[in-house]
Nanobody
Framework: QVRLVESGGGLVQAGGSLVLSCAAS?????MAWFRQAPGKEREFVAA????????YYADSVKGRFGISRDNAKNTAALQMNGLSPEDTAVYYC?????????????????????WGQGTQVTVSS
């Protein structure tokens, strides 16, 4: 069993930045971020494989968010820049022990084996 713990959420003004961190109890092949806004379904945000060689983003965050991993610490970070109220959501860290991180695979929540409890990000206008 892998434990994931997110941190770094909070309240920020539109245009601001936040960095979310996910600490895993052990290394996993794929780590990702999802988010769930009020009244909406949880959606894919970003994902990367263990060596940071390939990174993938939802179109809604491309160019503003950056995902990275520190395998020495078993952590994954989500750098969020240019935040808007539409980014307000609970952000979840997810991890998978294996898989092929293709276009149809990475947003499929059923492909991920472990989830964190979530961290709230609120962007004020």
């Amino acid at each position: 069993q892998v434990r994931l713990v997110e941190s770094g959420g909070g309240l920020v003004q539109a245009g601001g930045s936040l960095v979310l961190s996910c600490a895993a109890s052990t290394r996993t092949l794929i780590m990702a971020w999802f988010r769930q806004a009020p009244g909406k379904e949880r959606e894919f945000v970003a994902a990367t494989i263990w060596n940071n060689a390939n990174k993938y983003y939802a179109d809604s965050v491309k160019g503003r968010f950056g995902i990275s991993r520190d395998n020495a610490k078993n952590t994954a970070a989500l750098q969020m820049n240019g935040l808007s109220p539409e980014d307000t959501a609970v952000y979840y860290c997810a991890a998978a022990r294996d898989g092929y991180i293709g276009a149809s695979w990475r947003p499929d929540q059923l492909k991920y084996d472990w989830w964190g409890q979530g961290t709230q990000v609120t962007v004020s206008s």
